[in-house]
């Protein structure tokens, strides 16, 4: 029980807080954020893309497979969703481009 009798004090931390800390204090649970610090990039850029079997790789400036994106030689009938080779490099090569996109100012 709290000082005020009515049960232990809680605090609820919302799912978009990642940086937060929870401390103990006298009985009381506390959250202290921690200011913003730049966290080194997971995927750094340039992306590029590769020829697998079947279609095409995305890979980060550290060679980690990113995407795939499969194609297939040709088309197996007019009603087919698959894409073709073609469409998935393009496919491919404009996820590639995503870093630079949104890195770049807006307006």
């Avoid at 931390?13 to 959250?31: D, K, M, W």
């Avoid at 200011?35 to 340039?46: D, F, G, I, K, N």
């Avoid at 990113?66 to 491919?92: C, I, N, P």
């Amino acid at each position: 029980m709290d000082d005020t009798g009515r049960g232990r004090t809680i605090a609820c931390i919302p799912p978009f807080v990642t940086r937060g800390v929870l401390a103990s204090f006298a009985g009381r649970a506390t959250v202290s954020l921690m200011p913003h610090q730049p966290q080194p990039r997971r995927l750094p850029a340039p992306w590029c893309v590769e020829r697998i079997p079947a279609g095409w790789a995305v890979l980060d400036a550290s060679e980690r497979r990113l995407a795939y994106v499969y194609g297939s030689d040709e088309r197996a009938g007019g009603a087919d969703d698959r894409l073709t080779l073609d469409e998935a490099r393009r496919v491919a090569a404009n996820i590639a481009q995503l870093p630079e996109l949104l890195a770049a100012p807006s307006g």
